[in-house]
């Protein structure tokens, strides 16, 4: 049961290419994000991903999904402690 609140919770943010199919980015790699006037995403390796949403709901997205990590961390430490 836990393990899988932690899978639901740590996906990572779901975005949507120009062809309509959504796919997941790791937000953790992200240098920059443009309006050209599709979202152009910058990875810190230099890889570029163009998605549908705007940077303002890409930044959401990754606010969103960073929050969920954080709540979740007193959730896992206390079931750190019990084992």
Same mark, same amino acid.
């Given at each position: 049961?836990?393990?899988?609140?932690?899978?639901?919770? +740590?996906?990572?943010?779901?975005?949507?290419?120009?062809?309509?199919?959504?796919?997941?980015?790791?937000?953790?790699?992200?240098?920059?994000?443009?309006?050209?006037?599709?979202?152009?995403?910058?990875?810190?390796?230099?890889?570029?991903?163009?998605?549908?949403?705007?940077?303002?709901?890409?930044?959401?997205?990754?606010?969103?999904?960073?929050?969920?990590? +954080?709540?979740?961390?007193?959730?896992?430490?206390?079931?750190?402690?019990?084992?």
């Amino acid at each position: 049961m836990l393990r899988d609140y932690i899978r639901d919770v +740590f996906v990572l943010i779901k975005l949507t290419r120009l062809n309509g199919k959504e796919y997941y980015l790791n937000s953790e790699l992200i240098e920059s994000i443009e309006s050209t006037p599709d979202s152009v995403i910058t990875l810190r390796d230099g890889k570029k991903h163009i998605a549908l949403e705007t940077p303002e709901e890409i930044v959401k997205k990754i606010i969103d999904y960073k929050r969920r990590i +954080f709540d979740t961390l007193p959730l896992i430490n206390k079931n750190k402690l019990e084992d």
